[in-house]
Structure formats: C-alpha cells, structure tokens
C-alpha cells in the first residue's frame, strides 16, 4: 500500500520530470535552429553568453546593486526558440505585427527556399531573404560573373567577374557574409530536367530568377508537381513583372501559357537591355512575397473575402489577445494576380489573372506531365519552348543560305590593304584604302554597313561605317544607298551627290569626322568600270545582318524604275555580311574593341 508521503513524492518527482523535460524540448529546439540557421555555429553551442553586469543592472537595478547581478540567469530560453543575438538581429521585422513576431520568425529559420538564378532578379531575391533569416537557401546557377553583369546583379563584385567566379558561389558567399544564421548551398549548374526533382524536393518554397523561357516552363513543372508556391518574376528594358503561381488552388504558369511564344518574339536582357534598378524593384518584391508565403500567415482566398469572412480587428504591438494566427488577416498575395511595374512612368499595375485551367498539362484534371514523366526526362524543355535555356548570345547556326559571307579578317584586309593592323583601326584611320597611282583603274573604296540600332552605333563602331538599321532598310532602301547598289560608270555629276553614304546616326568615335569625310569624298568619286564595289554589312552578331544582306540583294535586282537613270551598264556587285559581326571582330582581329 502506498503511503501519502509516497505518493506526494512521485507526484513531485513527476512534476519535475515534465519540466526537465520541456526544458530539454525547448532547448532542442533552440540546437535545432542553431545548427540549421548557422553555417558557422556549432550544435553543441551550449548557453548563450551570460549577460554583463551593466545589462544587467540597467534592467533589474542600479550599476552598483551587486546582488540584482549576481541573481540574473545566465541563459534564456524562449518558447518560439530563438536566441538573444537573433532577437537583437531580427528586432525591426519582430515588431512587426502583421508578419506575426517572434514565432514567425523562427518559422523563416526553419525554411528552405530554392532560388533559381543568381542573376539581377536573384541577387535581390537572395540578399533580402537571406537578411530577413530565411534559414536554408539553395542558389542555382551556372553561369561565371562577368563585368557586364554587375550594373544589376548587385549581389557580385568586380574581384569575382575579373576571376570568373561562378555566379552561385559568389551569391553564396555574399549571403553568408550578410547573415551567419543562414545556411546556403550554391548548385554551379543550369536547373534542368535532369536535376529539376533532385534540387526541388523537401523545399518550402520556389522562387524563379531565371533568364529564359525554358527554364520557367520547367520551374513551374516541377513546383506544380512536387505541389510548392511558387515566386515568378522576369525583368526586361524598362518594365518587369511578378506573380504567385501553385498557392491555394491558384493557376500555374502554364495555364496561363499553355505555349511558348515564338523564340523570335522572345528579347533577353543581353540583346534588348535592362535597367539594374528595375531587376531591383522586381527582385524585392519577389523576396517580399517569398517571406509571407514562408510565413504562413497568407489568408486563403475565401477569408480574404469581406462577404464570406468577419473583419478582424487591426493588430498593433498593443494588443492583448495577439496571436500570429489573427495576422493571416492582414496578408494577401499576387496569387491570380500579376503585378506589372513601367519603369519608364514610375507606375505600377496590377491585373487578375483567370482562375485555373481544366485542361492545364500539370495542374489540370487530366495532366500529361506527373512526377514520373519528369523523372523519366520524357519533355525536352528547350526544345518545347525553340530557345536556349540561358541568356548567353544568340548561337545558333545562321543558315545564310545564297548570302555571300565575308570573315573579319577579310573586312579588316579590304578597309586596310597589306599589314595594316587592327590598332590602326582602332585609332579612328580612315576605313578607306590610299589612293592609288591610277585612278581610272582603281576599285571603288569597299562600303562598310552597319545596321545596328542608333542607340547600338552610338556605343561604339568600326572606323568609317555607315550606320544604316535595319528597320530603316525594311521600310526603304535610302535612295544613295540604292545607288550604290546600282552603280554605274556613266553617272552625270549631277547624280553624284545621291550616292554620298548618309549615316543614319554620328560615328562615336572621336576621329571618325575625318574618316567619314574621307570616305564621302571617296565614295562620290567616279567610279571605275574595270572593278566592283565592295559592300560589307555587319551587325552586332553576324544576325541581323544576314537579313540586311538578303534584303539588299533583292533591292540591288529588283526591276528598275524606267525613269532612273542609275543601273545602266551597272557593275558586279560585291555585298557580303560580315560573319560573327563585332564580336567577331573584338575576338578575332582586335580584344581592345568594346564588347557589350
């Protein structure tokens, strides 16, 4: 028979055990955020560092009351886990009611987010989720830094683009060195179909900061799938976007697009530009809708509806009966809806996008791409969507066809005959070859075409081209250049002015006055019947002048007007493009060219 002093003793005892044991709970907990939240601490990081006397004594008494410091614990623990450094840390988003306090914030330590792209939209997607305490973070990409990324991807440094770095190392190492509570994994690879599964699972989260229309399609295969919210933004010139996809029943990025516009519909940021500070509004608003999803305070869309929902009262850091459950009510997202910000107004916005569609490949009742068809690799994204999955420079095989070809070596020999070098060029020498001892025998000087937009010209050109774009030649061949197309040796001085080459735009280099001028007075000289003009068309790439030089073929043997007299007893023409174009010129002939 048991004794009542026995009995009240295993009552103790047992009271005892169960704080011992929430004691332990809690610092479980507390080794589990430690050791997942910090690539530097240690798990076996015992108490936080007991606090000073002069903390102390400003919280529990005067600088000279030993007995109120000797009495302070030395260690804290808190039911939400987090530790005094991150309280200090995380202080001005843990006022914030509406993103729940304290508990959310050891929720964000507790999450994993997969962030495809460490390029301009990833680099702001990263720094703000990193600082806000996401605690695991999985960058993707395969790409090196290069000078010309860093006027937007803020996240790199001119010592990693003059290395080489690997983008995702570089983003994680910038990471770490903004916040040691986070852990991140750099992936130097493309996010492809062979990976996609492996990279994605057991994450809370997926964010799209890619460059192309391939990887999107796959990101949001995969997120549908493996049934994770997923953060969508792209950035181009002066405009970008942002939308929520796969959150609470909303549609998918491929109900919206069950098919991928035409690759050549589709601009990238290396041949159409960017502004940085625009990847940096889209980025931040990303990272933004990241962090409420991570949360979990997002209200579903039928509480967020005033017919079907009570209003809950406004929260503050005063109420009494706060719970970071009641902020839900606060908190909406860019699910079914697409956020559309114009650089160019300063304006912003926003439009519904249709529900989810039926018939939707991965979302939809009856979906053709599941988990076992991504595992097989049985859809071939790049060849699904006719593009690349990056945003390197257009390199696909140009088939010119009957489009006569000319190298960069041969355009640097025709403009500057014998061992004339490529520095020549480069100081701003007339594109001219020198007169020769007889004029009646010698060739027309060789005519170089740029037809570059004006912005394009502007940044930097050959000596002596002529900007002409191919815009302008779609719409009308210029009547000098026609001209030229149709040479005659019996031209009147009359007609002679028509064939003056006019730039659409002033060459930027500094000489180039003196060489235009050289070229106009050579090119409106009379030309001789015993040899052919060389026309030269190039471009920025050896692309659009492929269409230029088709183009002016057709002009050059087109039926003529009656009327005109020009292209009578016309000479042989020699029109070639110029194959790779200025960055085959900057590779090839002459490194100090700018590329761009």
Known sequence: ?????????????????????????????????????????TATEAVEPAPTAAAVATTTGSPGDSSAAASAPSSWSWSHGLTARQITRYSR?????????????????????????????????????????????????????????LHRQV????????????????????????????????????????????????CDLLVDASDNVATRYLVNDVAVVLGIPLVSGSALRMEGQVSVFNLQGGPCYRCLYPTPPPAAAVTNCSDGGVLGAITGVIGSMQALE????????????QASSASSAPQQPPLSAASVDFSPVSAAACQSTLNTRLLLLDGCSSSIRLMKLRGRNSTCAVCGENPSITRDTLQRQALDYQHFCGSANNDLPVNVPIHTGKVPTASVKQLQEALLPGPASAAAMSAGAAAAPSPSPSPSSSPLPPLLLDVREPVQFRICALPGAINVPLRVLKQQVPPWLMAALRASPSGTEEEQPTTTPRSITPHPAAAAEAGGAAIAASSSAAPSASAPREIFVMCRRGIDSVTATRLLLGAATAPQD?????????????????AGGLQAWHDQVDASFPLY
């Open 290 to 301: 990241a962090i409420k999803i991570l949360a979990g305070l997002i209200s579903t869309p």
């Open 93 to 149: 988003q843990l006022l914030l009611s509406e993103l729940g306090g304290a508990d959310t914030q050891a929720r964000l330590l507790r999450s994993r987010v997969l962030v495809v792209g460490a390029g301009g939209l990833g680099a702001p997607v990263l720094l703000y989720l990193a600082a806000a305490g996401v605690g695991h973070l999985v960058v993707v990409d395969g790409d090196s830094v290069e000078l010309s990324n």
């Open 1 to 41: 028979m048991t004794t009542p002093s026995a009995s009240s003793a295993a009552a103790d005892e047992l009271t005892a055990l169960r704080e011992e044991n929430q004691r332990l709970q809690r610092r479980i907990r507390e080794l589990e955020l430690n050791a997942q939240g910090s690539a530097l601490a």
């Open 562 to 578: 009656p009327a005109s007299p020009v292209g009578e007893g016309a000479l042989p023409l020699q029109l070639r493009h110029v």
């Open 155 to 202: 996240i790199h440094t001119e010592e990693a683009a003059s290395a080489g770095t690997a983008k995702a190392e570089s983003a994680a190492r910038a990471c770490r060195a903004l916040n040691s509570d986070v852990r991140v994994t750099a992936v130097v690879d493309r996010f492809t179909e062979s990976n996609a599964l492996q990279l994605a699972e057991g």
